[in-house]
């Protein structure tokens, strides 16, 4: 017999499937079933919206339903954690061909579900549409529960520039699922499913972070960001950057290249970059740089070792 598949299944079956056991936390009033979600945020709201298309950010051959659901979700949440703020829900529109089987869409939600559970985040609602691909948005909400948000614009000369969670493997991965392998494991796992520092956005902001972001794009593209938001010059050490024996050994097998070019360049791990003073750095979190002042007449930057970075800047371009 023929596996069913979204025409089979309809709309409104669809969602019935997606929602069914669904468990809403306190904050959360009225939950999926009605027009709007209704919450009760503690504090300010804040909100971010993460798109996902197949063959753009992720590909069926390299990715399972289950992936795409968690890493939808861990990309739209990680800017949550930028802020300062916790993690309360998320609502997810999911597009797809109206012959996708029922069970791509029903593993897809399995995983929503799955790191939903484990940023402490509730599906609170979400849309399904026919589309010629599969495309996936995700529009995250937190609750800064009393704190002042931690924007871009906060970082200060003599600061000193920090992460937390994995730099450059997912990068790593790309590369080699780009060429047709499929290992080193550690590296095509994280680019299926980032590895988010949850709860690590708050423990930051508590510490009293000037500045945070989420590593999308790579620590040069992303604390550009941060540098020009700021008004300053960001150096980054070299040496304090670990490099991954699965980084190495691409790099090594594709031609040789720095490995170092996955960590600086290489975006989808989703750890945070902060900026602190230097005492006030938390446990658990790396030094890889700090932050100067910059030349009036000349544009904010960030160097490596005191240079421009020789390879590409990093930072993924749509358009």
């Not at 299944?9 to 056991?21: K, M, N, Q, S, W």
């Not at 450059?168 to 980032?194: D, Y």
């Not at 956005?201 to 972001?213: H, S, Y």
């Amino acid at each position: 017999m023929a596996a069913r598949t979204l025409a089979d299944e309809g709309e409104f079956g669809l969602i019935a499937a997606v929602t069914d056991g669904l468990t809403m936390p306190d904050a959360v009033t009225v939950g999926p079933g009605d027009d709007c979600a209704v919450f009760a945020p503690a504090g300010q709201v804040v909100v971010s919206t993460d798109a996902m298309y197949e063959d753009v950010h992720f590909k069926k051959a390299w990715s399972g339903p289950h992936d795409v659901g968690r890493k939808a979700v861990g990309s739209a949440v990680a800017d949550v954690e930028a802020m300062g703020a916790v993690p309360l829900g998320v609502v997810v529109a999911l597009s797809a061909p109206a012959d996708t089987p029922t069970d791509w869409a029903l593993e897809f939600t399995r995983g929503v579900r799955e790191e939903c559970e484990l940023a402490g985040a509730a599906l609170i609602g979400g849309d399904t549409t026919r589309g010629p691909v599969i495309g996936v948005v995700v529009t995250a909400f937190g609750d800064l529960q009393g704190r002042t948000p931690v924007l871009r614009s906060g970082a200060r000369a003599g600061d000193v520039v920090a992460y937390t969670g994995r730099l450059g493997m997912a990068a790593a991965g790309l590369a080699v699922l780009g060429r047709g392998f499929r290992s080193p494991g550690a590296v095509v796992r994280a680019h299926r499913v980032p590895e988010v520092p949850y709860g690590q956005g708050r423990v930051a902001a508590d510490a009293g972070a000037t500045a945070l972001i989420d590593c999308s794009d790579g620590p040069l593209a992303d604390l550009g960001h941060v540098a020009r938001a700021s008004g300053v010059a960001i150096d980054l050490d070299s040496a304090t950057l670990d490099v991954d024996e699965a980084q190495k050994t691409v790099a090594a097998a594709i031609g040789g290249g720095d490995p170092l070019d996955y960590i600086l360049t290489g975006g989808d791990d989703h750890a945070l970059l902060g900026t602190f003073a230097a005492a006030d750095v938390p446990d658990g979190w790396t030094v890889i740089g700090r932050v100067l002042e910059h030349e009036a007449e000349a544009e904010a930057s960030v160097t490596v070792d005191g240079q421009p970075w020789s390879g590409d800047a990093g930072g993924w371009r749509h358009f």
